[in-house]
Protein backbone atom coordinates (compact mmCIF):
# COMPACT_ATOMS: atom_id res chain seq x y z
CA UNK A 1 0.00 0.00 0.00
CA UNK A 2 2.76 2.36 1.00
CA UNK A 3 4.44 1.80 -1.99
CA UNK A 4 1.52 2.26 -4.21
CA UNK A 5 0.94 5.46 -2.34
CA UNK A 6 4.48 7.14 -2.84
CA UNK A 7 3.99 5.98 -6.34
CA UNK A 8 0.66 8.12 -6.82
CA UNK A 9 2.64 10.94 -5.06
CA UNK A 10 5.60 10.88 -7.47
CA UNK A 11 3.93 9.94 -10.27
CA UNK A 12 1.13 12.87 -10.13
CA UNK A 13 4.27 15.26 -9.61
CA UNK A 14 5.11 13.97 -13.25
CA UNK A 15 1.81 15.02 -14.10
CA UNK A 16 1.86 18.29 -12.83
CA UNK A 17 5.12 18.87 -13.98
CA UNK A 18 4.62 18.25 -18.17
CA UNK A 19 1.32 20.08 -17.74
CA UNK A 20 3.36 22.96 -16.00
CA UNK A 21 1.21 23.81 -13.07
CA UNK A 22 2.95 26.09 -10.37
CA UNK A 23 2.64 29.31 -9.32
CA UNK A 24 2.90 32.51 -10.38
CA UNK A 25 6.18 34.56 -10.42
CA UNK A 26 5.95 38.19 -10.76
CA UNK A 27 8.80 39.09 -12.61
CA UNK A 28 8.43 36.77 -15.87
CA UNK A 29 9.16 38.70 -19.26
CA UNK A 30 6.68 39.45 -21.72
CA UNK A 31 6.72 37.64 -24.85
CA UNK A 32 8.01 38.78 -28.06
CA UNK A 33 6.93 39.07 -31.46
CA UNK A 34 7.24 35.03 -32.65
CA UNK A 35 8.38 33.84 -35.72
CA UNK A 36 6.72 32.15 -38.20
CA UNK A 37 5.38 28.46 -37.43
CA UNK A 38 8.91 26.33 -38.73
CA UNK A 39 7.96 24.07 -41.96
CA UNK A 40 10.11 21.35 -43.26
CA UNK A 41 11.34 23.73 -46.00
CA UNK A 42 12.35 26.62 -43.69
CA UNK A 43 13.39 24.00 -40.51
CA UNK A 44 16.91 25.10 -38.44
CA UNK A 45 19.20 22.23 -37.38
CA UNK A 46 21.81 24.53 -35.72
CA UNK A 47 21.49 24.96 -31.83
CA UNK A 48 20.26 26.78 -30.40
CA UNK A 49 18.07 28.23 -33.59
CA UNK A 50 16.69 25.23 -34.13
CA UNK A 51 14.54 25.54 -30.90
CA UNK A 52 12.94 29.00 -32.24
CA UNK A 53 9.45 28.58 -33.64
CA UNK A 54 5.73 27.59 -32.56
CA UNK A 55 5.56 23.84 -31.76
CA UNK A 56 3.42 21.45 -30.78
CA UNK A 57 3.54 17.87 -28.70
CA UNK A 58 1.22 15.34 -30.52
CA UNK A 59 -1.26 13.89 -28.59
CA UNK A 60 0.57 10.48 -29.19
CA UNK A 61 4.00 11.93 -28.29
CA UNK A 62 2.20 13.04 -24.91
CA UNK A 63 0.95 9.24 -24.49
CA UNK A 64 4.42 7.60 -24.91
CA UNK A 65 5.50 10.22 -21.99
CA UNK A 66 2.62 9.01 -19.58
CA UNK A 67 3.43 5.66 -20.76
CA UNK A 68 6.48 6.13 -19.04
CA UNK A 69 5.66 7.59 -16.10
CA UNK A 70 3.24 4.42 -15.68
CA UNK A 71 6.27 1.97 -16.18
CA UNK A 72 8.06 3.81 -13.97
CA UNK A 73 5.60 3.12 -11.35
CA UNK A 74 5.21 -0.61 -12.01
CA UNK A 75 1.89 0.59 -13.52
CA UNK A 76 0.71 2.00 -10.17
CA UNK A 77 -0.78 4.66 -12.22
CA UNK A 78 -1.49 4.93 -15.90
CA UNK A 79 -2.80 7.37 -17.82
CA UNK A 80 -5.06 8.12 -21.22
CA UNK A 81 -4.11 11.66 -22.71
CA UNK A 82 -6.45 13.36 -25.35
CA UNK A 83 -5.60 16.60 -26.53
CA UNK A 84 -2.47 18.34 -28.10
CA UNK A 85 0.13 21.06 -26.02
CA UNK A 86 1.90 23.69 -27.88
CA UNK A 87 5.61 25.01 -27.10
CA UNK A 88 7.16 27.88 -28.63
CA UNK A 89 10.46 29.63 -28.53
CA UNK A 90 11.21 33.01 -29.67
CA UNK A 91 14.85 33.38 -28.59
CA UNK A 92 14.35 34.65 -24.97
CA UNK A 93 10.63 33.60 -24.12
CA UNK A 94 8.84 30.16 -24.09
CA UNK A 95 5.42 29.48 -24.12
CA UNK A 96 3.90 25.57 -23.06
CA UNK A 97 0.35 25.83 -23.59
CA UNK A 98 -1.33 22.65 -22.40
CA UNK A 99 -5.10 21.89 -23.97
CA UNK A 100 -5.72 18.23 -22.84
CA UNK A 101 -7.71 16.12 -20.79
CA UNK A 102 -6.10 13.12 -18.60
CA UNK A 103 -7.91 10.62 -17.56
CA UNK A 104 -5.96 9.32 -14.66
CA UNK A 105 -6.45 5.66 -13.30
CA UNK A 106 -4.87 3.84 -10.06
CA UNK A 107 -5.44 0.82 -7.88
CA UNK A 108 -8.21 2.83 -6.17
CA UNK A 109 -10.06 5.58 -8.48
CA UNK A 110 -9.87 7.12 -11.53
CA UNK A 111 -10.34 10.58 -12.12
CA UNK A 112 -10.03 13.09 -15.31
CA UNK A 113 -7.86 16.33 -15.06
CA UNK A 114 -8.55 18.97 -17.69
CA UNK A 115 -6.10 21.44 -18.56
CA UNK A 116 -5.79 24.95 -20.62
CA UNK A 117 -3.48 27.70 -20.30
CA UNK A 118 -0.54 29.14 -20.74
CA UNK A 119 2.81 28.75 -18.99
CA UNK A 120 5.28 31.07 -19.65
CA UNK A 121 9.06 32.32 -18.70
CA UNK A 122 12.33 32.94 -20.02
CA UNK A 123 15.11 30.57 -21.10
CA UNK A 124 18.36 30.42 -22.37
CA UNK A 125 19.75 27.19 -24.49
CA UNK A 126 23.65 26.15 -25.49
CA UNK A 127 24.42 23.74 -27.96
CA UNK A 128 22.84 20.60 -25.80
CA UNK A 129 20.31 21.53 -22.87
CA UNK A 130 17.62 24.50 -22.61
CA UNK A 131 17.59 26.22 -19.42
CA UNK A 132 14.11 28.04 -17.98
CA UNK A 133 13.51 30.59 -15.73
CA UNK A 134 10.71 33.61 -13.98
CA UNK A 135 7.91 31.04 -14.93
CA UNK A 136 4.32 32.67 -15.11
CA UNK A 137 1.49 30.22 -14.78
CA UNK A 138 -1.66 31.00 -16.09
CA UNK A 139 -3.49 27.89 -16.16
CA UNK A 140 -6.86 26.68 -15.37
CA UNK A 141 -6.89 22.72 -13.76
CA UNK A 142 -9.82 20.85 -12.74
CA UNK A 143 -9.57 17.11 -11.75
CA UNK A 144 -12.59 15.70 -10.91
CA UNK A 145 -12.83 11.92 -9.28
CA UNK A 146 -16.52 9.98 -9.22
CA UNK A 147 -18.18 13.23 -10.56
CA UNK A 148 -16.56 15.43 -7.58
CA UNK A 149 -14.31 18.13 -8.27
CA UNK A 150 -11.53 18.17 -5.91
CA UNK A 151 -9.18 20.46 -5.13
CA UNK A 152 -5.97 19.68 -6.87
CA UNK A 153 -3.34 21.75 -4.74
CA UNK A 154 -4.75 19.93 -1.67
CA UNK A 155 -4.48 16.74 -3.52
CA UNK A 156 -1.49 17.54 -5.17
CA UNK A 157 0.84 19.82 -2.76
CA UNK A 158 4.28 20.72 -4.04
CA UNK A 159 3.93 18.87 -6.73
CA UNK A 160 2.53 21.83 -8.86
CA UNK A 161 5.99 23.33 -8.60
CA UNK A 162 7.11 21.40 -11.58
CA UNK A 163 9.04 22.74 -14.45
CA UNK A 164 9.47 19.72 -17.14
CA UNK A 165 11.72 21.47 -19.63
CA UNK A 166 14.56 23.05 -17.29
CA UNK A 167 17.75 20.85 -17.74
CA UNK A 168 16.76 19.08 -19.98
CA UNK A 169 18.96 17.97 -23.36
CA UNK A 170 17.91 18.45 -26.75
CA UNK A 171 18.78 17.80 -30.12
CA UNK A 172 17.71 19.15 -33.67
CA UNK A 173 15.94 16.95 -35.72
CA UNK A 174 14.19 17.39 -39.49
CA UNK A 175 11.27 17.27 -37.47
CA UNK A 176 11.52 19.72 -35.16
CA UNK A 177 13.52 20.01 -31.88
CA UNK A 178 13.42 16.69 -29.62
CA UNK A 179 13.56 17.50 -25.85
CA UNK A 180 14.27 15.52 -22.64
CA UNK A 181 11.22 15.84 -20.41
CA UNK A 182 11.38 15.58 -16.63
CA UNK A 183 9.25 12.90 -15.86
CA UNK A 184 9.34 12.39 -11.86
CA UNK A 185 11.53 9.56 -12.30
CA UNK A 186 14.32 10.41 -14.95
CA UNK A 187 14.18 12.25 -18.74
CA UNK A 188 12.03 11.01 -21.41
CA UNK A 189 12.56 12.44 -25.00
CA UNK A 190 9.20 14.35 -26.31
CA UNK A 191 9.37 15.21 -30.08
CA UNK A 192 8.13 18.49 -31.05
CA UNK A 193 6.60 19.15 -34.76
CA UNK A 194 5.80 22.10 -36.28
CA UNK A 195 2.78 23.19 -36.01
Do not use: K
Request: hydrophobic letters at 40%; a negative charge; one cysteine or more.
Amino acid sequence: MHRISFAVTVTTAAVLALTGCGPAAPTAPVANDRTATPTPDTLNLEPPACLIGDWTITQEELQVFYNSVRDATDGAVSFVVEGDTGLSFDGTVFAYEPDLVLTISTPATEGVATLAGTISGAYSADETTVTTTNETVDVTYDYVVGGVSQDASVIFGDALLGSPINGGDYTCTPDGPLISFDNGFGRVPVQLTAG
